[in-house]
């Protein structure tokens, strides 16, 4: 799933990347929102640079407490400052609104400064108090918890001595304390809303934050629109104005961005880049991206109390089987067919563009394709086939996996063809479930088998955390923070390990050995880390920032670079090749504070967001 979605009842709530429908936007099929009253053509007779950028993801919630979905948090980088920030050539951990951090020598506390020139829109001050204010609600509200709890599970106490000074106090060492990928905000306005499980931000603009945009008005399932922080401390965005405007059809988008009425569009389909190349005034970005795209499998849906609920098939609960339908996939088939070489055959769970933590299977290990294989591993666990060529559950009814998939996505039914055909193969019967709106069926434990995906950060805490059995619902009830519902003893006591582990590459080796656990227990199984692929008109946009600069994408990125340091055209403000932004971008990081001595690399992390199921 691709899971960054919905809110229900102020309960905990999953990132879900598949759930919403795209973590990394998908532009697929439907109709066009129109943005608004207000026509392009005014804006332009106007002398407004408007930057707008096309999204295939409405939004779910302007709460930075409550939203998930890739788009949702994607903006509110724009509106709220964090902690810290990623270098966008490298990810390395930079400032924020904290100019500098440290441990104690044992570890478990960490003291921030919090810059002097961050002003809230509406002229107060942001201080060290902001922030702990967000991180103490998130810490005695579960409804506050609600998308960003697991960054503070670990947390004892978060203080302000100062307006300038914030100590986090740890219940044990925490790896990720330059990784808060949590937005902070004015306690000022947010001490006054009652019941947060509600409140989405959403009632009056414009809504005051620090962050290097101002949101000025929202329409539901159509337009976000922002204008630029004058008082930003990094410096102002250059363009006048910038817009996400939703479309439900990626055809439409990219009609669009052919027309000029968008600047920018992502994750195009083969088809729609190749169509885009030759056309004059657009340029195509085609990187290795930080999303993988998985098939996950119900292991049986539970909550934290130890209730089972759902209706997923009992076949799926033997690993032999899971293993099996690793082996009748093809994913150098799905790379060529459907993505046509915009992505790379799946292996491990973190993309190979994080070579930290990136991993591959041995030898011996790996569940390669192999039909053959595949049906013996059947045979052996019992799941014969009948006298019709059907392989049958224990209660004697022929296997029939419901598949669910975005009606939205072209990927989703493309694979989910493929799926069919070789799963039949086998004697499995595979129904497709494609529907607006995957999640009610996925917090129901309602399926069998699932799209999954999510954007990965940098730091890969968060997307690991999502397997915990700490995640898991409290009761069948209520919702959790969890991916597909794993509980995994022997991973997560890797997980605890590495997320206390300082040193960068003894901590890689526990997240290698948390994918080669997850791998070999089949749960998830990863056929591909799609590019992003996306293009922006050049007689809008004369330069952009890429993320990592070299060979990197533009939307989703770890950071607000991309729109921040955009360049209308027809400016003198910075070079074609988005060198003007980096500039400033390097003479921040001397800031930053190295641990040397503890042998610690920090980078900060985004969710996936996401769909971010990111």
């Not at 337009?223 to 996400?244: H, Q």
């Not at 088809?271 to 990187?287: E, F, H, M, T």
């Not at 999303?291 to 499998?297: K, P, S």
Request: proline letters at 6%; one cysteine or more.
């Amino acid at each position: 799933m691709n899971r960054q979605d919905q809110l229900t009842g102020g309960r905990p709530r999953l990132r879900l990347l598949a759930a919403a429908g795209a973590a990394a936007l998908t532009l697929t099929a439907g109709f066009a929102t129109p943005l608004d009253p207000a026509p392009q053509q005014a804006r332009a007779a106007e002398g407004k640079n408007v930057l707008t950028v096309a999204v295939a993801q409405s939004v779910d919630s302007l709460s930075p407490f409550l939203a998930s979905r890739l788009v949702s948090t994607s903006i509110h980088r724009l509106m709220y400052e964090y902690l810290t920030n990623y270098d966008p050539a490298d990810n390395h951990a930079i400032p924020g609104l904290a100019t500098k951090w440290a441990p104690s020598a044992d570890k478990l506390t960490w003291t921030y400064t919090i810059r002097s020139n961050s002003k809230w829109s509406d002229g107060k001050q942001a201080t060290a108090e902001d922030a702990a204010w967000t991180f103490t609600k998130m810490m005695t509200d579960p409804n506050a918890a609600t998308a960003n709890g697991s960054f503070v599970g670990n947390f004892k106490k978060v203080t302000a001595p100062s307006p300038t000074k914030l100590v986090i106090e740890l219940k044990k060492p925490q790896a990720t304390m330059a990784a808060l990928d949590v937005p902070i905000v004015p306690r000022h306005i947010w001490e006054k809303v009652g019941d947060f499980s509600k409140f989405n931000n959403d009632k009056s603009f414009p809504i005051v934050g620090n962050g290097p945009f101002i949101l000025t008005d929202y329409k539901p399932d159509s337009y976000v629109r922002l204008k630029p922080n004058k008082t930003f401390w990094r410096g102002a965005p250059k363009f006048d104005e910038l817009v996400f405007k939703y479309y439900k059809d990626g055809d439409a988008a990219v009609a669009a961005l052919q027309k000029g009425e968008v600047s920018f569009v992502s994750n195009l389909t083969p088809a729609q880049s190749a169509a885009l190349k030759s056309q004059p005034n657009i340029k195509v970005n085609d990187a290795p991206g930080r999303r993988f795209y998985a098939l996950a499998t119900n292991p049986g849906a539970q909550a934290a109390n130890g209730d089972r609920f759902g209706d997923g098939a009992g076949s799926l609960l033997d690993q032999k089987v899971r293993q099996a339908l690793f082996m009748a996939i093809d994913r150098s088939t799905l790379v060529d067919k459907v993505f046509q070489g915009h992505a790379v055959e799946g292996e491990g769970y973190i993309p190979p563009r994080f070579s930290t933590y990136s991993w591959k299977p041995t030898a011996g290990q790996n569940l390669g394709y192999d039909p053959a294989k595949a049906a013996q591993l059947l045979d052996q666990a019992g799941y014969k086939k009948n006298g019709d060529g059907k392989r049958v559950e224990k209660n004697g009814k022929p296997i029939n996996y419901r598949l669910l998939c975005h009606a939205t996505d072209p990927n989703d039914k493309a694979v989910g063809q493929y799926l069919k055909e070789w799963f039949g193969k086998l004697g499995i019967g595979v129904t497709l479930n494609c529907l607006d709106n995957v999640t009610d069926p996925w917090l129901a434990g309602k399926y069998d088998l699932a799209f999954d995906g999510w954007s990965v950060n940098p730091d890969p805490d968060f997307v690991l955390s999502i397997h915990t059995c700490a995640v898991l619902p409290a009761t069948p009830k209520d919702t959790g923070a969890t991916d597909n519902f794993i509980c995994d003893k022997k991973y997560d006591e890797l997980y605890g390990r590495q997320l206390a582990e300082y040193d960068t590459a003894k901590r890689a080796e526990i997240v290698k050995q948390m994918e080669s656990r997850l791998y070999d227990t089949g749960y998830m199984n990863v056929m591909a880390y799609p590019n992003a692929v996306e293009a922006y008109r050049t007689d809008q946009i004369k330069s952009i920032e890429t993320m990592p600069k070299a060979a990197g994408n533009i939307y989703g990125q770890d950071g607000y670079w991309s729109w921040w340091s955009a360049v209308p055209a027809g400016s003198s403000g910075a070079s074609s090749d988005g060198s003007g932004s980096t500039g400033v971008i390097i003479g921040i990081v001397a800031g930053v504070v190295v641990l040397v001595g503890a042998g610690a690399f920090f980078a900060m992390r985004r969710r996936a967001t996401a769909e971010d199921r990111e």
